[in-house]
């Protein structure tokens, strides 16, 4: 039986015994429920389990530099399950303290499981969306880094944070704007296109889009941002047709 089989109360009760198992865990210095819940096969125990390690290190101070340790020593594991699990707790843990698991992300960025990679992308969204600043930092480390896959992943990882602050992000997008990989080039078009349609947003970043140099990629962008207006019409704070008069307006290609 899965966790979504399971009733609504009994799924709560599940939640607060994976919580507690893994506080007795680190309490008595073992990771017998690590193991088990991290390597589960069903993904919302392992997001469970992941979001408990998140909710104990915000409430137990004393226990927070163990609670780093095991999961350490978890992103080696034989098992991808639990090296994805450990991520993404580690995740939880960099919204309120990045510093401390900022290795935890370097090692999983380069990990041989894509699971593994994207649980890396995920926390970078999560995490740069509260704790923008020392995630930001980091991730510019990576923009410039020869693996192409590394440069597509970063840029994808601060993808959330544009959707509210595109300002944020838009100084390190405009240093993929030359990339020589198609894949890189094709990720850094839909992350514009990502963060262009909330309130606000569009103005911002055709601003910034008007001072890029590759106006190829640019005119990209704009075809992007139009159709995203129609793909997320419930969501979008403008029209299609209101996107594309904006765009019109402040033309971002010399069409």
Same mark, same amino acid.
């Given at each position: 039986m899965t966790f979504y089989d399971l009733p609504k109360h009994e799924r709560e009760k599940l939640s607060q015994n994976i919580q507690i198992a893994l506080l007795r865990d680190v309490k008595y210095n073992q990771n017998i429920h690590f193991l088990k819940y991290f390597s589960d096969e069903d993904t919302y125990i392992r997001k469970c389990a992941y979001l408990a390690v998140g909710k104990l290190y915000k409430l137990e101070n004393s226990i927070q530099n163990q609670l780093v340790?095991?999961?350490?020593?978890?992103?080696?594991?034989?098992?991808?399950?639990?090296?994805?699990t450990a991520i993404n707790a580690a995740g939880e843990?960099?919204?309120?303290?990045?510093?401390?698991?900022?290795?935890l992300m370097d090692i999983g960025l380069f990990d041989p499981h894509h699971t593994?990679?994207?649980?890396?992308?995920?926390?970078?969204?999560?995490?740069g969306e509260k704790n923008p600043v020392p995630v930001l930092?980091?991730?510019?480390?990576?923009?410039?880094?020869?693996?192409? &896959? %590394?440069?597509?992943?970063?840029?994808?990882?601060?993808?959330?944070?544009?959707?509210?602050?595109? !300002?944020? $992000?838009?100084? #390190?997008l405009k240093t993929l704007q030359f990339d020589e990989t198609k894949r890189v080039r094709e990720t850094l078009v839909h992350v514009i296109g990502q963060i262009a349609y909330?309130?606000?947003?569009?103005?911002?970043?055709?601003?910034?889009?008007?001072?890029?140099?590759?106006?190829?990629?640019?005119?990209?962008?704009?075809? &992007? %941002?139009?159709?995203?207006?129609?793909?997320?019409?419930?969501?979008?704070?403008?029209?299609?047709? !209101?996107? $594309?008069?904006? #765009?019109?307006?402040?033309?971002?290609?010399?069409?």
């Open positions: 340790f095991i999961l350490t020593n978890l992103v080696s594991n034989p098992n991808f399950h639990i090296r994805q843990i960099g919204i309120l303290n990045f510093t401390c698991i900022q290795n593994v990679r994207n649980a890396v992308i995920g926390s970078i969204k999560k995490m930092a980091w991730a510019k480390l990576y923009l410039n880094h020869p693996d192409q &896959e %590394i440069r597509r992943e970063i840029c994808h990882g601060i993808e959330l944070r544009g959707r509210k602050y595109p !300002q944020d $992000i838009l100084p #390190l909330k309130k606000g947003c569009l103005p911002v970043v055709t601003d910034e889009l008007n001072t890029w140099e590759n106006k190829l990629l640019v005119k990209q962008a704009k075809l &992007e %941002i139009i159709d995203v207006h129609e793909r997320y019409k419930n969501f979008a704070h403008l029209s299609q047709q !209101q996107a $594309i008069d904006y #765009l019109k307006q402040y033309a971002l290609d010399e069409d």
